[in-house]
Structures are given as structure tokens and as C-alpha cells.
């Protein structure tokens, strides 16, 4: 950890400096004699400050300076834990208070907590380890003196030391702008993939190309540009990239290739299904698949993921990029197209554009290109290098810092890859690393304990380095910690260290092998993978930061003989059996604990790990430090999560998507610095309980799929005790909440909406949105409450918020006379769900282009000819009325189905009516030509059927119908030709079907 040890030491002592500030330790730490100790803390740590600008330009050359280093970061670690403590212990009584009444025992109640021994005796702990702290700080105070380190104001830091973090991003970055020197190659790799010759005796309709070269070299900006290059776009009909890396799982991959191709989840499961989806993606067309970074060198799983290549249209071509000649050897049926490194010019031309550095720039400076071109030399013609090092001198131009980069010791640093292939990378790399403020170098170390082609969202990321304290925010309180944050992130993209990719979602990077390389050499000392088996010895073994990337079982369609399963299980039991070794070492204290499933995007796989959940209460009780815990796609739906979890007092991000389990534990309760909840995944977990809102003063974020909140009576004035009425769930949602599915209920008790509409539409993540009125309230209360019903939803869904923020709307018990035009409008609506509605008519949802599902239920009073005449929809998939007596016979001649379905609905797939009491006849005149299925239900009065079922559902091949009790007979003209399925239960009045069919 020589390198960042002092960079990350100051951040964190700035920090710790920070928080000794804050009213917590100012204003309580008096009732316990605390205060002086306290004091001296914080001028032992400013003296020790003063040290660190010095001891971060001695580290490098001095072991004992790194040792010292090393030894002031576990002790700041560890004061930094303590203080942590003390101020959940104080925030947590005065939650406790705050939520007593006001009344005349209260200061009774401060006094007994105060007063308490447990109290008491938590305080004289305290207080204990303060000063042995102030004592440790002493002693390494004593020490520097004696290495002879100076005090260096941390504003006098060389320009060396850090960089200007200050500088603003430019436009997006151009995939093209830097690709120099790789015309040939492009040319030349154009030329192969679509030319139509092919090897004599050659029987496969597609061939493989492998690109080879070390890292570094553009193997993938190569593949990236010809991939995008035109004359491969009108070439081949369906095109997909993956990053293989060394992912061996040929089921995921698969997967992964139908996702690209397709732009969709696929969440079909097993190997079987997959690649008979794939072939079916593939058949008959000319595709061109890129499998990027290629490490697996087994044959048998080669030969595995290409059988669906062989339905795609002969001149079908797929491109590997790897370091491994041998990969190349296995996959390849084309030459290997090697990449060599850059012509000294090319690469000149990069750093020129990279660093921002024209001819007017080079006429002012005349030096800066003898310097440039030395730094050149050192880059090897790498582009990686160049690319990463151009960014560190984009636009500036004094020459003395030119002359420090070129001139810096860190070129010469000894590599600690043995790999010849990255000789001459890495000390180009790190002399990046090198010239980043320090709080950027702790977020970007951090990031090495996620595996390599991670995808970082920036959201999620950001979340992580607060929860770990790495991010500070604005001492006036105007900027958000969520905003300084996203700009470290967006600084690191500037620099290089991460990669946006045009195809995965906005705000998600991928980072470079050899920076990921770079991180994990920087943060060994402190961040650890446990992958399959622990090699490094427990003695010794400070990580504290760890992470599980457990491989995930396989479905039982896999593999027959189930021996890779066996494989599987064996890896996973390794993992389990290291952090076994690790929670009962005494050496670790760790901060950071992520279990997490597969890295792709659109993967919702849970794993089975019960020797871990089994571990999980000794993890809860041990390590008792965490600020980040991730238990992510970890199935505890069996045991769910241990009450022991109320022990980790100093988390703030606590992640349990997609665990399966159906509540909190209430000791979540007791979480006072949580500021990260994420829920996402739960479907059948409980209401969030008024103790965790009330309890969890810190949080900043909860993330779930469906948020419910309900309106109450709202409370005669003066009274303290009880929630809001107007919504203090709504508060709540805005404070901190993100979820995809929001539930209002009780807007009975709502009379004027105020801003509640602003807080609806205030996020980005709405996508559904329920609203429910309680229909039994409004017994008696006539036309004025269906008006005040009326004013509130029109409120609710201004068209200027509502318009392009809902996927779904859910509305249930209103009895307004009519809905919001504006819902005609809602220009992404893809669901719409009416029930126990009291108006007569609905907007023309007909004009919905992206509505694919309307359900309308138990709606009395609305009239379908009203409807009818208003819509003109064309793209709704599924159609369900239940309960409508106002739905009646339709002739031939103003026939429902005939005026609404065809004309408007040719994608109709499903037909679905219940509870129809007052329909007598289901008269259709113009064909239905996607209608697969038909289902009617308890319509007491239906008597006949379409009398053209054959013509007019011409893709029908199911019909259930039951209890229609004078339904007489079907068409005696034929059912459709397409039938597989006919259902019929309790018709008593039936007495004939069509020919060749038996009751």
C-alpha cells in the first residue's frame, strides 16, 4: 500500500477532523467529562496533519515512512470507528426522546437515560478508548520527529501531488475521436468479414476471427470500430457484442448474446431453452457476433456456445478479441489478425488530442512538444498508456509540470506483474493514479473489490464510497453529498479510470482490465475478492474490505450428469470455508462485506449458499464494524434475516434485493447511521413500520419496488401525538424513497392536495402509480364528495408531470363523474387498470399508441358505447371487463367488437370478460386477426356467440367459458381452424356445439 497510503491517511483524518466539529460531539460530550479528551483528539490529529504532505513525498523511498503511514491509517481507522459509535449511541436517545411526549416526567426520563449504568458504563468505554488513542497519536507524533518529517502546510502540496479537481467535463466522449494508426487493421479485418470466400472443404455457414494482441493495444476499440463501420451495418441483418472475459458459463453467455441482439431481458433459464432461442434468433439471417476479451481456454465449452452459430445465413462472421494465442488456436477459423503496438506518430497524434494540444497551443509553447514526444517514448506506443496519461495534462500547458510528469520516479517503479505482456503499462498508469486528489484515489482504490468487466452504476457507486466515508460533503450545506459524489464520478470517467459504453443504460462504466489491474495492485493491502480458496495466510491479513463473487448453480437442465453442479457447489463451499477462517481471525476488523450474484445487467439469479446464511449471525456478532453490507440475490426465504443484524451500529448501506425475505427484523430499527436501504426485488415483504421512518434519522435512500402509503383523517389542531393526516408517508417518500411501483390509498381523507403532486412527479423513477379511494366511505355523501373526488384527481395527475412519467396507472374506487383527459395523453402509458370506478365515461384512451393492457373492472355506471366512440387505440395486447352491467348487445350493424377491436386493436391477443351480468350476445362482425385467447365468466345473460368464429379469429387456440348458465348453442359455421383448447363448465342451457365437436 506504499503508494496511496498518505493521500488516503489525510482524506481520512480530514474527515475525522470534520466530524469532531459536529454538535453531537460538541454539545454532549460535556455530561461525561469527555469534552477535554475529545479536544486533544482532534489537536493530536491536526498535528499529525501537518506531517502527511511530507510523509506522502518520503513514502516511496523510506520503509519506515510507509510503515508509519500504514500505522497512523489503522489507528485513525480505529478512532474513527469509536467516534462512530458514541454518536449512533447519542443519536439513538435522542430519537428515543424526541418521540416521548412533552410532559412532566420528561426531564425524569432524560435524567434516567443519562443516568443509567448500562449508560454510564458504555460512556466510561468511551472515554477509555479516546485516550488511548490520544496516547497512540503521541507516540507516532514522537516517531515522525524522529524520521525527520516536516511540517508541510497541506496547501504548499506540489502539483505533482495532486490535480486540479476543480476542471469541467467536456462533451461525451467520441468512439472515433482517438483511433490512430488502425486504418490497415480496420481495412484489413473489413475486408475478411465480408468477403465470401472460405476455405475448401470449409462446412460452416459462418467463420471466426480472432484479434490477438497484449493488453492495451485497442483490441476492443478495433473491434468497436469495425463493428459500427457502415459497410458492416448494411452488411449483416442482426449483430450482438458480449464481453466474455473469463466468464466460463456458456449458459449465461448465451443469454447475454440474446440480450445484445435482441436489446431485451431474456429471462429464459437453462442451457436447452437458450440456445434453441438463439437459433431461432439467428435462423436465416447474417449476423455478426463479437466475443470481446476471450480468456477460457476450454475447447468442450468453445464447442458448447457455437452450436446456435450454425443456423445463421452462410457469410456470418464472429469476432474474438484475446491476449491468448491459444484461444485463438481453439475459436479461430480465419488467420489471427495480431495487433501490434502504435507507430511513434500515431501515438504522438493521441497525446496531442487527448491533451488538448493544437498548433496555436504549441506556437505559445514551443518546448511542450520536445517534452510531449519524450513522454511519448515512454508510453511504448501503448494507447492505453497514452490515452491515460494525455488526460492527466489535458489542458495544461506550463511547462514545468509537463517536465514533472516526464521527470516523475513513479515511470520507473518496478512492475509487480511478472505478465511481459504489461511491462511498461503499469508505471504509466500509476503515474496517473499519482496525480489524483487524494479523496479521488481512495474512491477509485475502493473499486478494486469488484471482478473485472463489473458494470459500475454511477447511482449505486456513489451510495458505496458515502456509506465508507470517502465523500464529504459542502460545510455550508448547499451541495448534497449524492451530487459531490456523482462529480467524483464523472472526474474518474475525464481521467480514464472508467469507461462509459454506449451499449448498457445511461450512467454505467466499465472499467479496463489494466486498470482494474492498477486498483488492485494499489488497494492489496486493504481490498480482498475471496473467489474459490484463501492463499494468503491469515497472520498478517488486514483487508477491510471484502468481497464474495460466489458462481451461481446451474438449473437442472444444464448438465444431466450433474458433475459441473458438484464443481460448482465445491467452489462455492471454498468461498464459504475462507470467510469462515476470516470472521473467526481476530487480526480483521472489516468495513466492507458484498455478496453479490452475476455482473450482467439484466441477470435476477439468486444462489443457494447455506454454509454462508448459516455464518451470517457470527458475521453479524464479529464484525461489528461494517458500513457497507451487501447480501444481494442470497436466498433467505427459508431462515430470513437474523435480529442479530441491530449489532453492525455503524452501517449506513445495507443491500437485500432480491433475498427473498418478507420483512425487516425490527432491530434494522437500531441502525442509526444507515443511510442506503435497497429492497429492490421483495415483492411479498411487508409495509415499511412508523419505527423505521421515525428511527432511521440518517437515511438518504430506500430503494423497493412498491412503496404503499396511506392518507389519514387528518388530526384536530394542537394535537402532538400520531402521524400527519395529509401524508406523512408522503414525506417520507420524498425524503428518501425510490421506488417503481407507488401506492396512494385513503385519498377519501383528502380534500386538497396542496404539493403532494409535486412530490409524486418530483423523481425519475416513477413508472407505476396506484391511487384508491375507499368506496365505502362516500355511502351518503352524494354529488359533493364525487366533486371533491373529482378536484383531487385532476390535482393528482397534472398533464404537464404526468405525461411522460407513468408506465402504469392503477385507479381504484373513484366516483368522480369523470377521469382526467389528461390520461388520454399519458404518451408512455403501457398499462391502464380502472376499478370500481363510478363515472360514466373515460378519456379516448384509444389514443394511447403505447397502451399494450387495459383492464377495466366492476365499472357500473360506464357505458361501452361512450367508450367506444372515443378511442382509437391501436397497440393494447390484452383487454379484461369485469363487472360491467352496462356493457349490452351490440347488432351487427353497431356491434362493439366490430366498431372498437378491429379497426383499433389489431394486436389484441387476449379477451377476457367477468362478471357481466347484463351482455347478452358477443357479436363481432370484422375479424380479430391476434386474438388467441378467449375467456368468458358468471355473465348470467350471454346466450350466443359469434356466429363467424372461424373468419373473424383466425388465430383463436383457446376458449374457456364458464358458468353462463343461458348460453344455448356456438356457430353451427365452425370453430377456427387454429383451436387447441375448448373449456366449457356449468351451461346448463347449452345443447349443441359445432360439428365434429362432443360435448
Known amino acids: 500500500m506504499a503508494i496511496e497510503a498518505g493521500a488516503m491517511v489525510s482524506d481520512l483524518l480530514k474527515g475525522l477532523i470534520n466530524n469532531l466539529a459536529s454538535p453531537i460531539f460538541t454539545e454532549f460530550t460535556s455530561l461525561w467529562n469527555m469534552k477535554k479528551d475529545l479536544s486533544k ?26 510503515t508509519w503511514l500504514n500505522k497512523l491509517n489503522d489507528l485513525v481507522n480505529e478512532a474513527e470507528d469509536i467516534l462512530d459509535e458514541y454518536a449512533a449511541h447519542v443519536g439513538r436517545m ?101 468477403s465470401s470466400e472460405g476455405p475448401s472443404g470449409e462446412r460452416n455457414n459462418y467463420r471466426v476471427l480472432p484479434i490477438v494482441g497484449m493488453g492495451g493495444l485497442g483490441k476492443t476499440t478495433l473491434a468497436q470500430s469495425v463493428y459500427n463501420d457502415e459497410r458492416v451495418q448494411s452488411y449483416f441483418n442482426l449483430k450482438a457484442w458480449v464481453c466474455v472475459s473469463e466468464e466460463a458459463d456458456y449458459t449465461k453467455l448465451t443469454r447475454a448474446i440474446i440480450e445484445s441482439a435482441t436489446r431485451k431481458a431474456c429471462m429464459l433459464n437453462g442451457l436447452e431453452p437458450l440456445q434453441v432461442e438463439l437459433g431461432d434468433k439467428l435462423r436465416a439471417k447474417k449476423f455478426l457476433i463479437v466475443l470481446d476479451d476471450v480468456w477460457n481456454e476450454n475447447e468442450e465449452h468453445w464447442e458448447q456456445l457455437r452450436k446456435p452459430f450454425q443456423c445463421g445465413e452462410n457469410g456470418s462472421r464472429v469476432i474474438v478479441t484475446t491476449r491468448s494465442k491459444k484461444v485463438s488456436s481453439i475459436m479461430g477459423t480465419f488467420p489471427p489478425h495480431p495487433l501490434g503496438l502504435l507507430e511513434y506518430e500515431d501515438c504522438w497524434s493521441i497525446l496531442r488530442q487527448q491533451a488538448s494540444l493544437d498548433d496555436a497551443v504549441l506556437k505559445e509553447n514551443p518546448n511542450l512538444e520536445a517534452i510531449g514526444r519524450k513522454i511519448v517514448e515512454k508510453c511504448k506506443g501503448v494507447p492505453l498508456a497514452i490515452k491515460t496519461v494525455g488526460g492527466l495534462l489535458r489542458s495544461r500547458i506550463e511547462e514545468k509540470y509537463w517536465k514533472s510528469v516526464l521527470e516523475s520516479e513513479m515511470w520507473e517503479l518496478e512492475n509487480e506483474d511478472d505478465d511481459q505482456q ?44 458515502m456509506a465508507e466515508g470517502f465523500i464529504i460533503g459542502s460545510t455550508e450545506g448547499r451541495r448534497q453529498m449524492e451530487d459531490v459524489g456523482g462529480e467524483y464520478f464523472d472526474e474518474l470517467c475525464f481521467r480514464s479510470f472508467f469507461q462509459y459504453n454506449d451499449r448498457f443504460i445511461r450512467n454505467v462504466c466499465l472499467m479496463h482490465d489494466l486498470i482494474h489491474d492498477l486498483a488492485q495492485s494499489i488497494s492489496k493491502d486493504k481490498c480482498f475478492i475471496v473467489k474459490r480458496c484463501l492463499n494468503t495466510p491469515i497472520k498478517g491479513f488486514k483487508a477491510c474490505h ?31 470455508d475462507a470467510l469462515g477462517q476470516l470472521v473467526k481471525s481476530k487480526n480483521i476488523s472489516p468495513r466492507t462485506f458484498l455478496l453479490r450474484g452475476s455482473s450482467y445487467l439484466f441477470s435476477r439469479e439468486r ?63 437500531r441502525l442509526y447511521h444507515l443511510q442506503t436501504l435497497l429492497l429492490e426485488g421483495l415483492e411479498y415483504i411487508e409495509e415499511l413500520s412508523d419505527n423505521l421512518r421515525s428511527s432511521l434519522v440518517n437515511i438518504r435512500l430506500i430503494k423497493m419496488d412498491n412503496y404503499k402509503c396511506r392518507i389519514l383523517i387528518p388530526r384536530p389542531r394542537g394535537e402532538k401525538s400520531g402521524k400527519d393526516g395529509v401524508g406523512d408517508d408522503l414525506k417520507f417518500y420524498a425524503k428518501c424513497i425510490e421506488a417503481s411501483n407507488l401506492m396512494i390509498s385513503g385519498l377519501e381523507n383528502l380534500a386538497a ?52 412519467k407513468l408506465n402504469e396507472l392503477k385507479i381504484k374506487g373513484y366516483i368522480g363523474e369523470r377521469l382526467p383527459h389528461c390520461i388520454a395523453e399519458m404518451s408512455i402509458l403501457h398499462r391502464l387498470e380502472l376499478h370500481n370506478c363510478r363515472c360514466e365515461v373515460i378519456p379516448p ?75 347478452r350476445a358477443l357479436e363481432v362482425s370484422h375479424p380479430i386477426p391476434s386474438l388467441t385467447t378467449l375467456r368468458i365468466e358468471n355473465c348470467e345473460r350471454l346466450e350466443s356467440l359469434p356466429e363467424e368464429m372461424n373468419n373473424l379469429f383466425t388465430n383463436l387456440r383457446q376458449i374457456k367459458i364458464v358458468r353462463c348458465p343461458r348460453l344455448i348453442a356456438f356457430s353451427q359455421r365452425g370453430l377456427p381452424t387454429e383451436l387447441k383448447v375448448l373449456e366449457i363448465e356449468e351451461c346448463e342451457e347449452l345443447r349443441s356445439l359445432p360439428p365434429g365437436r362432443r360435448m
Not at 451461481?552 to 453442479?565: C, I, K, L, V, Y
Request: charged share 25%; with cysteine.
Open 753 to 804: 392536495t396542496n404539493d403532494i403532486a409535486d412530490v409524486i412527479f418530483m423523481k425519475n423513477s416513477n413508472q407505476r402509480l396506484t391511487l384508491e379511494w375507499d368506496y365505502n366511505v362516500f355511502f351518503g355523501h352524494g354529488e359533493g364528495a364525487a366533486a371533491v373526488a373529482q378536484q383531487v384527481i385532476d390535482s393528482l395527475l397534472p398533464p404537464q408531470k404526468a405525461d411522460r
Open 41 to 66: 483528539l482532534k489537536e493530536a490529529l491536526e498535528m499529525i496533519q501537518a506531517f502527511l504532505v511530507d510523509a506522502e513525498q518520503k513514502q516511496t523511498k523510506s520503509k519506515a515512512v510507509e
Open 845 to 919: 384512451i384509444g389514443k394511447l399508441r403505447s397502451l399494450c393492457y387495459l383492464v377495466i373492472k366492476e365499472m357500473d355506471n360506464w357505458k361501452a358505447a361512450e367508450w367506444s366512440s372515443s378511442s382509437s387505440g391501436e397497440n393494447i395486447d390484452q383487454v379484461e371487463m369485469e363487472g360491467d352491467p352496462g356493457l349490452q348487445q351490440a347488432s351487427s350493424s353497431s356491434s362493439f367488437y366490430a366498431q372498437q377491436y378491429q379497426p383499433l386493436f389489431p394486436r389484441l391477443t387476449g379477451l377476457e370478460i367477468y362478471d357481466c351480468p347484463k351482455l
Open 94 to 194: 435522542e430519537s428515543s426522546e424526541a418521540n416521548k411526549q412533552v410532559c412532566c416526567f420528561c426531564c425524569f426520563y432524560f435524567l434516567f437515560n443519562y443516568c443509567n449504568p448500562k449508560v454510564v458504563w458504555f460512556n466510561y468505554g468511551i472515554a477509555s478508548r479516546v485516550k488511548q488513542i490520544n496516547q497512540s497519536l503521541n507516540g507516532l507524533n514522537d516517531e515522525a520527529n524522529k524520521l525527520g518529517l516536516q511540517h508541510i502546510n497541506v496547501g504548499e502540496r506540489s502539483n505533482t501531488g495532486g490535480a486540479q479537481s476543480s476542471r469541467q467535463t467536456t462533451s461525451l466522449f467520441d468512439k472515433e475521436s482517438c483511433f490512430y494508426g488502425r486504418d490497415a487493421d480496420k481495412n484489413k479485418i473489413i475486408s475478411i468479414l465480408l
Open 422 to 465: 504489461k511491462k511498461g503499462i503499469m508505471p504509466a498508469l500509476r503515474l496517473s493514479y499519482h496525480h489524483l486528489p487524494a479523496h479521488l484515489k481512495r474512491c477509485f482504490a475502493f473499486c478494486s473489490i469488484f471482478p473485472k468487466d463489473y458494470k459500475f452504476e454511477k447511482k449505486d457507486l456513489v451510495s458505496l464510497w
Open 546 to 576: 471484502l468481497s464474495i463473487y460466489p458462481t451461481t448453480s446451474r438449473s437442472r437442465d444444464d448438465d444431466e450428469d450433474g458433475n459441473d453442479d458438484d464443481k460448482l457447489l465445491q467452489q462455492q463451499q471454498q468461498c464459504v
Open 607 to 669: 444462489f443457494l449458499m447455506p454454509g454462508l446464511v448459516a455464518k451470517l449471525g457470527d458475521i453479524f456478532y464479529t464484525w461489528r464494524c461494517l458500513r457497507v453490507l451487501s447480501l444481494r440475490y442470497l436466498d433467505l426465504e427459508d431462515v430470513g434475516l437474523s435480529d442479530s443484524i441491530g449489532n453492525l451500529k455503524l452501517l449506513r448501506f445495507l443491500d437485500l434485493s432480491y433475498t427473498n425475505i418478507r420483512r425487516l427484523p425490527k432491530s434494522v430499527c
